[in-house]
């Protein structure tokens, strides 16, 4: 990882070391790069620039830096976009001098993590922009495709997007089945209450204004209105009172998002731009030396 | 990994388990489930079933299996489906019964590898059948996501088409920078066939039909045929005349697939069904014991 | 790891599991127990029951029963006593009864998960005991013993302890240096504020009245006042009022606990029962079948 | 690692490597730092001063310099003290200047690593003291905490004590149970001396001059005295005559140490300095640049 | 790995990392190299060449030189010689200078991969000369020291052999096993075709002529000659006629191979290269500073 | 690992469940056996025997079972030899019953680790049989097969062979460059004693009488007589008159062990038996279902 990424944003730089590492290990098999040991001299250099070839928001570049930095050490590296930064097509985005053998050899891994974070980060943008004119903000969810969490977060707040909970361990989110087992909403979130400690904050869902009076009687650190019209989500909005934040989930496309948004609710929260925003296209144009 | 995913496909079981324990490990942190160890009496039983809710072909059932065999060894789980099957919206997957804390503890994990991978399968059967008339399959590429290659190359087979390299060291793909710097097609040929073992193919990309000649003159195990319109991609294939398998890429949409296809080419190569293919909805309905 | 130990309390059992070889491996070394390879006979069994040598509090029994039946998956096992449990010298917390060679070679760490963790629990207690007669909590800090946070935690929750963060991740905590960079409290709580989730808690340190009033105007979710006396730390929580918990820091001893937790302060923290509290003594009677 | 702690003591450097990742993974989780990644400016600098704040002996500095070192590979820093040397409260130990984030994300690990083992250091330092007119040493056991034992048996060292086995493989020390099963002391010393290597040395616990005597009978490497009042325990020492060293165990403590040494015994080995040392105080003082 | 290695040859420079690290850890165990800390002083500095004992074709010498830098990543280091060349009894191969400690810490492991490797390089070599005036290769099997096969594979191509299959998947081997159970060599070669990507080559396994018929009718991209005497083999490849690579495999020795060779068959496999080559004897002569 | 196994000898089985692992992922590689899964039918069953080809001593056949077993959990295994036997060709070693993707697909990892072993087994006991009339023993050196130490030095101790060190950390082994930078023989054997532990051994190497009553005048745990002509060693070890084991080294091949165990030496020791054993051919011969 580059020192840049961790200094700026939330991020663990030895698990991203591992996922680089893991995708290496995944490309270069046992045998490595066996085209380029074949088909190019020993010592070959190259000149190569990551461009941008849609319009999007770039997120990963310090991850694709970290990849060919892992093959080659000595590579000339410079970054010409930052992480967030709205690039249109042609764009450069990295440029990449030295080895070609290492170029070469770290070229899909470093555009796998470009295109797939950048694509996530052009999605939440996408909905950034539908409710830039509201107080709502759009949050990611823990539906993140496996092994790439923490990456994907970072491509969510890369496009401008908040973060929901990193793993099932860094706050309660209690849902109707916990409600049921426990016996009901008070019940539940006494029992939260007394479980945790004092720095994990709880949210609770509801299906109805029924339950969002009794969460509002009991407290809690937020509540989660799941699958709530919009005129009963500017109810439910008016009845918070500002007491707690408010997230709006489930059906929250592009097309509604602003509706939503424009109930007064704090969070729109969405699977789909981790779980299958279309990645951004991104290249790699090479010179041999 | 259940035995039976093994036998049938290609996976190193080994990796398989790797990737769900990773997975686990993200999403439970340190301190695990933590909303359910809170609201959840100790021993609380649980009965769940997987629901596809759309319309698609399942992948990757076998994962999330073993996601919920690793928290939950005692848990009874019954797979209703196969990989490769269509489902229909409501239809069970898969059925488990057994602890609640286990149940829980593994869902998301289960989940998020199941949409994924029959969001792959789903898309790749979409691209087999706009081309099921003609004689080509649908293949994948290396644009996968970092991390998941082995499980979605299984979901590409799972949905009808066919796999590419699984990385850069188990086939030669000689590219227009290799061919650059080897001094031409023909020098690049002959030094990929004196430096690699007798039971590595070799593929070169040709992006003209003078190209193409070339390598036919000196012959390849496949030939890829990059960014060709319909047309010169029907006299290309004429040009060929059988003696190699002939692999159409750059720009296959699914409203263009049908059109390529016909020209005869025999693959088409599709980076966007493992990179942007979207999640195909798969829930979890919980009925607590 | 038991199935039961993760359900009723906070801890991913990939971890645990992970701990328990490691500290295996640690004393297993390459060639493994070579005093009982020498001296035992093939197939030698025993019957072994780890006992506590003094009163106190257990904890990390299911760590200590993971370390026998990884070595011995067949071995019979029973709990005697469960994490949490007041215990006094000879009672019986264990009883294992298989392969001599599995239980002799599981035996010191076995010993050594339990008495370390053990030692956590009733250093714990005893602080807990002195503030039995307030409202309020002992909890733990980040000053634990590399590698075994999550095992610590729990010790400290077996022992009647509530838990601070698990890790620079979970919550903010500004203390002064942070405030000193970002301008002040007001920034550097509006910057956490708008930096972090909404599902994440902020506390900031403050060393006297003047800064915790700034922090009552301001807003956060917990406040740590930092060796403050006495007598200011009631005028501190009086000028809280509720409106947030109250954490007393430096200098928590079991002489002092009590003056401090008259205070009303809602939570103690201590440094000492995680990196200073000295093990419980247990040990492991074994009879040779 | 430094190099010079592996080119001056007995350490894996690889080993110490992997304590300091795992325990980095630990406290920065997913997200890592983000407290400072919120409050601090990117860029932001410091000089960091690791102080002693009690009198003691210092260990583990190498290990906390590589816990700076692994966030913040460009850090300058100068290692005041060094390993074994003893420090007053308010003496520097390890400078560090660079990147504030890389400082305060490694600081608590680092801290940990320092105070835990230095407290062993000081606690192994004190037994020596109180034997220092005799001709024995203090050894500490196999009672260490798991996944830090190599660390611990440095930090032995570092006080002035000597190191007993590593592990279960590197030794054969004969207990009461392996006497019992192989048909007394004879047999066990015969097969463990057929069974090990010439290298591998013999210690076998006897509890009783009777034991001993059949011990001096057979021959072995060293005897382990094990819970010998002062006078049978100097009876013991002038039956062995120098013939192999001989150690005691059981109730080791600080008050009683001068009397059993000056029995005349070699070695008297200690659980409590490294399961019960409380940690000696070390903080870490910031200037933010 | 040096970058030389990873440039000229195949070989995933990561994996090669973790074989270095495997082997430095199981020779440094817990305590590391007790020797050089007991008896050199620290700092210590050394001159030391690695040189050939015997004549020979050396290879691993950049997997050697990784280990001297893993341990010494401030060594300085030339490389004598490179893997491939054929070295006489004397020598140099590898010059390293500096820290002693470093230096003595690593020799062994160095010394044992470039002996084994070399061992393997020197015994292809025998065989290529054996079979130099014909057009026949020597190839390796998956016959290879379990976790090795890598370097083994490296090793073969250092004594001009070439490689065969890295591992079970990146290519169809079809025995008399799989044929037996698919009901005859054409619906095996037939299941093999439409189950594999276009990119795997499909070798088959006949014991006479009668099958290689019946594979050349249905088509293979290479046919194993298994335990053929030379005259049989001669009129193999006769009929074969070179639509398809031969490959000679059972009882291939040294004695046998000319005559082998001299039948036309374009490959001879040969597990004796692998599994049973001596060693090459390398020596590390120092000289301390 | 089966349980057996480690009872019986000196194995960390969690390294050797490693071992079996890495070899598994080595040959399985990213796809698994995609002979089998292509040409097998799911769910096909098999028999196999594992049987020797050849007269020799087996070693290694619990983890040739380990490997069957990881990936046929559910596989009917008999042990039909243990480790140490001899047995001659055609004796079946083990037989294995289940899924025939299971069985092939560990078949060759299960006779790689096998054929090593039993090699080496075999070329121990050709030595220990030569020398069958003395009292000397063979043991092995740190010469051994990067990764595999432990097994094969239980491969030693399988074929009558004994162990040396494990590594550098289980025993002092003083060679010439120690003892040139020490200030000769006294001053390493003094730095030696005073630094380590009282369970560690120390021996040291010398090259000529002269050296050799120097040793005797220090007193050392063992004595390395390196490259003595017969005569000479005889004359040593008479010198040394049993006061400490004498080993002698350099130049032990099968030819000149006996007249070198005449000369009364306790020990020889042998790296050819671990870097250059031929393998042992052991096959498997396989019934499909």
Chains 1, 2, 3, 4, 5, 6 share one sequence.
Do not use: Y
């Not at 991020?11 to 991203?16: A, F, Q, T």
């Not at 250099?45 to 990849?67: E, H, K, S, T, Y």
């Not at 439910?236 to 998002?257: F, Q, Y």
């Amino acid at each position: 990882m580059s020192r840049t990424m961790m200094d700026e944003t939330f991020l663990n730089p030895l698990l991203v070391a591992r996922a680089v590492d893991a995708a290496l290990d995944e490309d270069l098999g046992r045998a490595g790069d066996i085209t380029s040991a074949a088909t190019l001299p020993a010592g070959a250099m190259a000149r190569a620039v990551m461009r941008a070839r849609r319009l999007g928001i770039v997120a990963g570049l310090p991850v694709a830096i970290a990849a060919f930095r892992r093959l080659g050490p000595e590579l000339w590296i410079e970054e010409r976009a930052h992480d967030g930064a709205r690039v249109e097509a042609g764009d450069a985005l990295i440029v990449v001098e030295g080895s070609a053998h290492a170029i070469l050899g770290a070229e899909r891994v470093a555009l796998n993590f470009a295109s797939h974070l950048s694509g996530i980060a052009t999605a939440t943008a996408a909905f950034a922009a539908k409710i830039a004119h509201t107080r709502a903000k759009i949050v990611c969810t823990r539906k993140t495709t496996p092994g790439l969490r923490v990456l994907e977060k970072h491509a969510v707040r890369s496009g401008g997007g908040a973060n929901h909970r990193f793993g099932l361990d860094d706050a309660v989110l209690i849902k109707d089945n916990h409600i049921a087992v426990s016996g009901g909403i008070g019940p539940a979130l006494r029992a939260a209450k007394s479980a945790v400690g004092h720095l994990v904050k709880i949210e609770i869902e509801v299906d109805g204004l029924d339950q969002l009076d009794e969460v509002l009687r009991e407290g809690a650190d937020a509540v989660l209105l799941d699958n709530f019209e919009p005129e009963t989500l500017a109810e439910a909005v008016r009845r918070v009172g500002g007491r707690m934040p408010t997230e709006a989930s489930g059906g929250i496309t592009l097309d509604r998002a602003a509706a939503i948004a424009e109930t007064g609710v704090d969070l729109l929260s969405s699977g789909w731009i981790t779980h299958s925003a279309p990645s951004l296209d991104i290249g790699l144009d090479i010179e041999m030396g």
